[in-house]
């Protein structure tokens, strides 16, 4: 299944208020895997950069001037999420001012029916924890060194990694490749076990193997023991 994992950046903290999107990142994701498709984009905002804002993402006015508008921008973007679930965390925060950038050049507004909360995911999963995507990722092991401030990529990034770790770790994720699914399926849907490419080594001695093929013998000639010995 191939899902979205979404963050932003702004310059604060309410749409409503005049506060607009910065940056956008977003990471592909197959069965929960990175495929290494990514969109991201930096936006001018037509606006100033609080303080506080900048302390959090580092972006600043003068960096941002010359950076595309959201309406320049809004089909490629569009066109990258499809109608695929999106990731994201907090998602009333990210889809709030995607939303409000949407509704200035006219379009639909995404709903909150595609979008998985990975906030909801791990106050769930962790109830009275702190659940913030740092604290998650100290929590699951994930590298954070990386992130020295936050961007809407980077964020993704590591998002995709936690998101993975919330529905049960990476290995629930792992899937044959074509070419392992054509060599274990027959016709018509039937598995077949696979060959391997070199036999194990055995791990019976010979002595011991001679031990058992005399102990056979002495079951008789009816004995199931030696249709199973005989296959062995």
């Known amino acids: 299944m191939r899902e979205i994992v979404l963050d932003t950046e702004t310059t604060g903290l309410n749409p409503l208020t005049g506060d607009r999107l910065v940056e956008i990142g977003c990471v592909e994701i197959l069965n929960r895997i990175p495929t290494g498709q990514v969109y991201h984009v930096y936006l001018n905002p037509e606006r100033d950069m609080p303080v506080e804002a900048f302390n959090v993402h580092g972006l600043s006015a ?5 950076k595309p508008l959201f309406a320049h921008v809004v089909e490629d973007f569009l066109a990258f999420i499809g109608g695929d679930p999106l990731v994201i965390h907090n998602a009333a925060f990210d889809i709030g001012f995607i939303n409000a950038e949407l509704a200035r050049v006219a379009r639909p507004a995404l709903t909150f029916d595609r979008v998985i909360d990975t906030l909801s995911l791990a106050r769930r999963r962790h109830p009275g924890a702190s659940n913030r995507l740092d604290d998650l990722m100290a929590r699951y092991g994930i590298d954070s060194s990386r992130r020295t401030k936050h961007g809407a990529l980077l964020d993704s990034e590591l998002l995709a990694e936690v998101y993975a770790e919330l529905c049960g770790g990476k290995q629930t994720a792992l899937s044959l490749t074509v070419a392992e699914t ?18 194990l080594a055995p791990r019976v001695s010979a002595e011991e193997a001679a031990a058992h093929a005399a ?6 000639e009816n004995a199931i023991w030696k249709d199973y010995a005989a296959g062995s």
């Open 215 to 220: 102990f056979i013998a002495t079951l008789g």
């Open 62 to 66: 003068e960096f941002l001037a010359d």
């Open 182 to 199: 054509a060599g274990a399926i027959a016709a018509g849907g039937v598995a077949v076990p696979l060959r391997r490419p070199r036999p």
